[in-house]
């Protein structure tokens, strides 16, 4: 079946980039999403790719898409304080019906 | 704005009790959905449904059952809870995709103990 893998945890220093890589099995999946898990609360869209693009730039974050290599990566540019959270990244399943999501990667940003 | 809300932010039971957790969302979405999210595991799918009484088991189906008697409500039942079923329960709604982009909206999560 699906797989998605991620490290589960990531710091860095407010300002500098931050990294978070991802890679997928499921090489028919069409869109790939990260969402973001704030403390306390519930998955947030963050951004998505569509599976022909190689790249997609929203404001700080950018999205990177290796398709040969079934690898995907978030990079937030200027990291702040209020960017700690769990970052998953998930792929379609089921006819596009539902997710398959990694384990989730803890970004702690220290100041 | 969507939402889906969850009956139940905080839950404690114990051993061998039958537990309802509820979640409802405004939005007259088709698909409704069950994780259950444990530190390094991240979202493991439970039960979803597609439709009014219909459901689809996940991943993880086992000592769990759901009921969709209406569009708007999901309910995930433990029929005997055990301390192996003590997790964050999330619930998210989506619209019937046709394949294309897609987005599941979440409500806050349930931290169910099971003592």
């Known amino acids: ?111 | 704005d969507v939402k889906v809300t969850q009956s139940s932010r905080y839950l404690v039971k114990r051993t061998g009790e039958k537990v309802f957790l509820e979640c409802v969302q405004d939005m007259d979405h088709e698909n409704m959905f069950w994780y259950r999210q444990d530190p390094g595991l991240g979202l493991r799918l439970i039960y979803f449904s597609y439709d009014v009484k219909m459901k689809e088991k996940g991943d993880i189906p086992e000592g769990y059952s759901v009921s969709r008697e209406k569009k708007e409500r999901f309910s995930l039942i433990l029929e005997s809870a055990s301390t192996n079923q003590t997790s964050m329960y999330l619930c998210a709604s989506s619209l019937l995709s046709s394949g294309s982009y897609n987005e599941q909206f979440f409500g806050p999560g349930t931290r169910l103990t099971v003592l």
């Open chain 1, 1 to 111: 079946g699906e797989d998605v893998e991620q490290s589960l945890f990531l710091s860095v220093r407010e300002g500098d980039s931050s990294v978070i890589n991802c890679t997928y099995t499921d090489s028919s999946s069409t869109y790939l999403y990260w969402y973001k898990q704030e403390p306390g609360a519930g998955l947030q869209l963050l951004t998505y790719i569509f599976s022909n693009m190689d790249m997609k730039q929203d404001q700080r974050l950018t999205v990177l898409l290796n398709k040969k290599d079934k690898h995907l990566s978030l990079r937030i540019a200027d990291t702040q304080t209020g960017d700690s959270a769990i970052y998953f990244c998930a792929e379609t399943a089921y006819y596009g019906q539902n997710f398959v999501f990694g384990p989730g990667t803890r970004l702690s940003v220290l100041p």
